[in-house]
Nanobody, 124 residues
Framework: QVQLVESGGGLVQAGDSLRLSCAAS????????MGWFRQAPGKEREFVAA????????FYADTVKGRFTISRDNAKNTVYLQMNSLKPEDTAVYYC?????????????????WGQGTQVTVSS
């Protein structure tokens, strides 16, 4: 069992930056990858970014490529999402997710555990 706790959300203006953190605890030795998803009101949960725990390979949705950066600190069992040049359309609840095995990392089915989410609101 893995527990995930996100932090770092908030209310910012368009063009600002935020850094989200997700701390994992429990059976973290099983980690293959961690990812970030987001869900805006009335919309489906969508993939944002993912990173493999061993090699550090990163993947991004086209909508955030060039603006967001995912990174991880293996020693702290923490994954980060640096979000720059934020836009109002980035407003959503952001969820951290944990994958214990190789799989389809750009889809929610590829993950075993989820955090409770953190709200990011970008005003225009």
């Amino acid at each position: 069992q893995v527990q995930l706790v996100e932090s770092g959300g908030g209310l910012v203006q368009a063009g600002d930056s935020l850094r989200l953190s997700c701390a994992a605890s429990g059976a973290t030795f099983r980690c293959y990858a961690m990812g970030w998803f987001r869900q805006a009101p009335g919309k489906e949960r969508e993939f944002v970014a993912a990173i493999t725990w061993g090699g550090g390979s990163a993947f991004y949705a086209d909508t955030v490529k060039g603006r967001f950066t995912i990174s991880r600190d293996n020693a702290k069992n923490t994954v980060y999402l640096q979000m720059n040049s934020l836009k109002p359309e980035d407003t959503a609840v952001y969820y951290c997710a944990f994958a214990s095995k190789y799989g389809f990392l750009i889809a929610a089915v590829g993950y075993d555990s989820w955090g409770q989410g953190t709200q990011v609101t970008v005003s225009s």
